[in-house]
């Protein structure tokens, strides 16, 4: 075979194995060994690790996307010093995702502008990096999803697929009541995930008050006990990030 065709021919078959980064790298990584004196394993061991990670980077990218943050935060932007009541040494071992193994579910309670949708992103961004699948939902957004599902007969499928996630982003639960039955609904996404699927609530909302939201005293009092029996609670109670942002704008003005 001239080596015209056994080029084009590696080429197809690479592809055809969904190996991309042997195909762009071959031929580089071949210069570098023959240069380095490797042996025959040694070139394919590269070639082999390059694939590895870049299938690993690709495999993060696409959760992330999956994941459907609003917008991209990290830990690595959070400025624990302007948010003295947050316990900075539980976000760390949150970090770390342990909690998901166990099948543990987190809270962030706290007033408006503390952080709470940040930290929470921060949490599945570093899921995602963790080979977790995650879906962030704001509450209210998923309680229109699963009414829909309800009158088009596919909540059974949307089930499914908040089943398979280890992390199931919850935020803003509190800021609008839900109808008897929207506080229904999410109810079984709650009770379906308990000791299944990690759930992360953010509200602005204390536990007392967790009724005016759901309706009945019943549901809410069973969704509460579903989601705090393995729970760990962050606590934001300091001032909003946005006013003190704001007036240290104006400070400086
Ligand atoms: P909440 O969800 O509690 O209302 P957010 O997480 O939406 O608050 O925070 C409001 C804005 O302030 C966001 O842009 C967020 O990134 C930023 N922010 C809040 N707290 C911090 C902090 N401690 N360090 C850095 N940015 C912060
Ligand atoms: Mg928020």
Known sequence: M??????????????????????RDYTSVAATCSQERSSYPQYLLHLAERELIDRERRATERRIREA??????????FDF????????????????????????NVLLVGNPGTGK?????????A???????????T???????LLEAR????LQRLHKQLERLDLLLLDEL??????????????EVVSRAYERTSLLVTTNLPFAQWTEVLGSERLTGALLDRLTHRVHILEANGQSYRLQDAKGRLKRK
């Not at 459907?68 to 690595?76: D, M, N, Q, R, Y």
């Not at 899921?127 to 939902?137: D, I, P, Y």
């Not at 509450?139 to 999803?145: A, C, I, K, S, Y």
């Open 139 to 145: 509450t209210t957004g998923l309680v229109t999803q």
């Open 174 to 187: 509190g800021y609008v009541p839900f109808s008897k039955a929207g506080a229904e609904l999410l109810f």
């Open 81 to 104: 010093t302007a948010q003295l009541s947050i316990n900075e040494p539980l976000v760390r071992e949150l970090l770390r995702g342990e909690y998901m193994a166990k099948r543990e």
């Open 117 to 125: 949708t940040h930290l929470a992103t921060a949490l599945g961004f």
């Open 127 to 137: 899921a995602c990096t963790q080979g977790k699948r995650v879906r962030f939902l």
């Open 151 to 154: 009158d088009s007969r596919t």
């Open 68 to 77: 459907a943050f609003p917008v991209l935060k990290t830990i690595e932007t």
């Open 2 to 23: 001239s080596q015209d065709a056994s080029t084009l021919l590696l080429a197809h078959h690479l592809k055809a194995l969904k190996l991309p980064t042997f195909l």
